[in-house]
């Protein structure tokens, strides 16, 4: 940037200023009102979910947008201020476009990151993939940079704010060109020079974003504790068992949004009785799980609610069953209940026999709408029909 230069800010920089300010002004709100939404019906819970798409897609471009903004600040010079007499609003102003460098890059990365690590719910319309490197599809990650996002987001706003306003001030109190030195076309502002910028700013916002998160720590935002309070927890009985299951894991899969959501039952119990030598009913299982124990990621507590498993009213499921050789295999021919109702249900798994020690794994579908589980959710796109379930398991003799 030459010296007569040094009146306005270049075409590209202004270009990235007002296509940043104006993705910002567009996401924010997007995000605050599909967060009020409600989701109790298949329309509502698809309209939220649209709005939480497009929301998360800008957030992708505006991540993209910043950095590049950022860079090409890098190498460039711009106008220094006009009231250079005025240190604390200097500072002030330093600060605050240090605070917006930030969260540019930072809460749209949270919330990414937040996206990556929660299976599922309004996905990015991006022609990239769901997930990031690195990034697991893990509950407490997705709840420590939901956390991150949603504080650091706070900061972003107000600094946006006190940025607005004081764009304004210049403008309609001191009228001076502070404001169209960042419009397009030529300016009336005087030469000042380059400006140039002081450790002090940076390390002030940095200062902020540090003393927030330590608050928002303390406040205990990032901790992936479930609240779950709703659910009666229930102390499943010990069972008397020919086999004692040692290990084992209980986990469904649903589909949302046409992507896998998987979770599992933390809590369940077997009653085994089963002879290899036997011909015919070669034994009998009767397996109880605790529906609160479940873990379904972001969507545990809907999963809990009155329209899905109903767990406060139907606090356990259970798997009764006998076992019989196949061709090939087992099979587990029995009945399964949930929330009441009870459905025929064939189990089909392997069985890996070690002297007394034996290895089950097993895999069946069920159809959601036999339980009366989400019958608000009548569209497939949103929520499909089919569970997979996965049994597998350890017991000895």
Known sequence: MSGAQATTYGTIAKTFHWLTGLLILTVIPLGAIAYRLPYETNEQLAF?????????????????????????????????????????ETALAELVHWLLYISLVAVPLTGWIHHAATEGFAPHFLPISQDLPFVPNDESVAKLFGGLHWLWSKIMVGAI????????????????ATLRRMWFGSSSAPAVGHHKGTK????AALAIYIAATGAGAAAGIFT?????????????????????????????????????????????????????????????????????????????????????????????????????????????????????????????????????????????QLDRRDFQIGQSMSDESNLAFTVIVDITLTAAR
């Open 161 to 176: 704010l006190l940025h607005i306003a004081g764009a304004l001030k210049h403008h309609f109190i001191d009228k001076d």
């Open 224 to 364: 992936a504790e479930r609240q779950v309070a709703q659910v009666a927890q229930v102390d499943l009985a010990e069972v008397s068992s020919e086999w004692t299951v040692s290990q084992g894991q209980l986990s469904i899969t649903i589909t949302q949004f046409g992507t896998p959501v998987t979770g599992s039952f933390g809590e369940w119990t077997s009653a085994i009785r089963f002879d290899e030598n036997a011909s015919g009913i070669m034994g009998d299982v009767e397996t109880t799980i605790a529906i609160g124990s479940l873990s379904l990621g972001t969507v545990t507590n809907d999963a809990l609610g009155t329209d899905f498993f109903h767990a406060e009213a139907f606090p356990t499921a259970t798997f009764k069953a006998d076992i019989q050789r196949t061709d090939d295999a087992y099979v587990a021919d029995g009945t399964l209940t949930i929330k009441g109702i009870t459905v025929p249900l064939a189990l089909p798994f392997t069985l890996a026999l070690d002297g007394d020690t034996a290895t089950m794994i097993g895999q069946l």
């Open 200 to 203: 002090a700013a940076p390390l």
């Open 48 to 88: 939220k979910a649209q709005l939480f798409s497009f929301h998360k897609t800008l957030g992708i471009v505006i991540f993209v947008v910043a950095l590049g903004r950022i860079l090409w600040a890098m190498g460039q010079s711009k106008p220094s201020t006009l009231h250079p007499d005025r240190k604390v």
